[in-house]
């Protein structure tokens, strides 16, 4: 069965630190899924990425960078120069190929403060 | 220009009633999901549809019946309102694409469920 870990259940910075949201995946498929969506204190669930097994280039979208390490089954997330509009509960999220429809698992989200 | 909608956004009833939550998706996909997210934030799939027909039913009450009238909808109707169902239910939907097995979902903005 698969499975993600998002071991940090709250983190607090100051505004302008650099801040990194580890993700721990475990799958038996060689081909699946990995998303990161935001949750602000709005409510909503944003999708800020989506990477599949076959693709371990790092991205970088603005502030936001993504990290994918298929050897230690990790996608961590780094915020650079941290804002408070970044304050939020952030969520990886694994779907594998091979359950025919996609379905996520989501981890239990990280609680990020971003103070000024 | 809402890709994802829901209503209403809050529910407040008393448990035993029946109550009903509806979803309209305005991106052309025809996959639609319901998720539950508890008190704890943890997010869990409970049904899919793709092209109105049931495809993922997790473990999950009879009390709770989602209806699909056409692919753009995906209604939850829940008997009997029990003090656990309290909860956010967030709608989601992807594109199945043969190719892409593992679409993006989109989800609504969530409706919070207070059973009193």
């Known amino acids: 069965a698969q499975k993600v870990t998002q071991a940090q259940t709250e983190i607090s910075v100051v505004e302008k630190e650099d801040v990194t949201l580890d993700c721990v995946y475990e799958?038996?498929?060689?081909?699946?899924?990995l998303f990161w969506y935001k949750q602000p204190p709005s409510g909503e669930l944003v999708f800020l990425i989506r990477r599949n097994s076959f693709d371990e280039q790092n991205e970088i979208s603005g502030r936001y960078s993504w990290n994918f390490q298929k050897s230690t089954s990790s996608f961590n997330f780094t915020i650079t120069a941290s804002q408070v509009v970044d304050s939020a509960v952030y969520f990886c999220?694994?779907?594998?190929?091979?359950?025919?429809?996609?379905?996520?698992?989501f981890g239990k989200g990280t609680m990020l403060l971003v103070s000024p | 220009d809402t890709a994802v909608s829901q209503t209403p956004k809050y529910l407040v009833t008393q448990m035993g009633n029946d109550k009903s939550i509806k979803c309209e998706q305005n991106?052309?996909?025809?996959?639609m999901y319901w998720y539950k997210q508890d008190s704890k934030k943890f997010l869990k799939i409970m049904f899919s549809?793709?092209?109105?027909?049931?495809?993922i039913n997790e473990t999950v009450p009879n009390r709770f019946s989602p209806k699909s009238p056409d692919k753009a909808h995906l209604n939850l109707h829940i008997n009997s309102l029990e003090l656990g169902d309290s909860a956010v239910y967030f709608c989601a939907s992807s594109q199945k694409v043969p190719s892409v097995p593992q679409e993006t979902q989109y989800f609504g903005p969530g409706t919070r469920l207070l059973v009193l």
């Open positions: 991106l052309g996909h025809d996959t």
């Open positions: 549809y793709n092209n109105k027909e049931l495809i």
């Open positions: 799958t038996r498929d060689t081909t699946y899924y």
């Open positions: 999220a694994l779907s594998e190929a091979n359950s025919g429809y996609s379905t996520l698992t």
